[in-house]
């Protein structure tokens, strides 16, 4: 409400009250996450705008059925390929630029297999509203290659999964991919 607020509002009283509710809920957030609150205020300012959700783009591949996942290195812990959505792309088309960037393979898109509310998906909390869209792909090429964001690729069996960054993925996502990979006529996930 204060990002759309001290968009839209002339009025300078207006525009005072919507400081204060971006302050408050920064406030909120270092209550919740240990933060400081200064450090979302700084984050919350440089959005502007009507606050939409962001998207996140997540490439899901199998081979020999294991799952494709690359281990982040910014916490050392495994997730799917993946990332912010740019501008101009598709969401089909970032989710396999990220496979080719983070895990080496060059892949298509074949189906969407979830799209889900980030926040009612069991992820710990960030400063954004996001949704995670889910696309199966067909590996076309390539090999495994880490990159600046991955320092590992690895395909794993459903049953002997590494430690995931549930900040990227949970379990319960995998062994629901695991599911589709099984049966393709499963319907795409959504909420």
């Known amino acids: 409400m204060a990002q759309t607020g001290l968009t839209y509002a002339q009025d300078t009283y207006d525009r005072g009250r919507y400081e204060e509710l971006?302050?408050?809920?920064?406030?909120?957030?270092?209550?919740?996450?240990?933060?400081?609150?200064a450090a979302f205020e700084k984050i919350f300012s440089l959005e502007d705008g009507y606050a939409t959700p962001k998207i996140d783009v997540r490439g899901v591949a199998f081979r020999d059925n294991s799952i494709l996942l690359v281990k982040e290195r910014s916490d050392g812990l495994w997730a799917l390929p993946g990332g912010w959505a740019d501008i101009g792309d598709t969401a089909a088309n970032?989710?396999?630029r990220e496979m080719w960037e983070e895990s080496g393979f060059t892949a298509k898109a074949v189906k969407l297999l979830a799209l889900y509310d980030r926040n009612a998906q069991g992820h710990p909390p960030i400063p954004y509203h996001a949704y995670k869209a889910f696309f199966l792909c067909e590996i076309?090429?390539?090999?495994?290659a880490v990159s600046d964001e991955t320092d590992a690729v690895a395909f794993f069996k459903r049953d002997n999964l590494p430690p995931?960054?549930?900040?990227?993925?949970?379990?319960?996502?995998?062994?629901?991919?695991?599911?589709?990979a099984r049966d393709a006529l499963l319907p795409t996930d959504f909420d």
């Open 22 to 37: 971006r302050r408050i809920a920064a406030e909120m957030t270092e209550a919740e996450l240990g933060v400081e609150a």
């Open 94 to 96: 970032a989710a396999v």
């Open 140 to 144: 076309t090429g390539g090999e495994a």
């Open 164 to 180: 995931l960054s549930i900040e990227r993925v949970t379990d319960a996502q995998l062994q629901r991919f695991f599911d589709h």
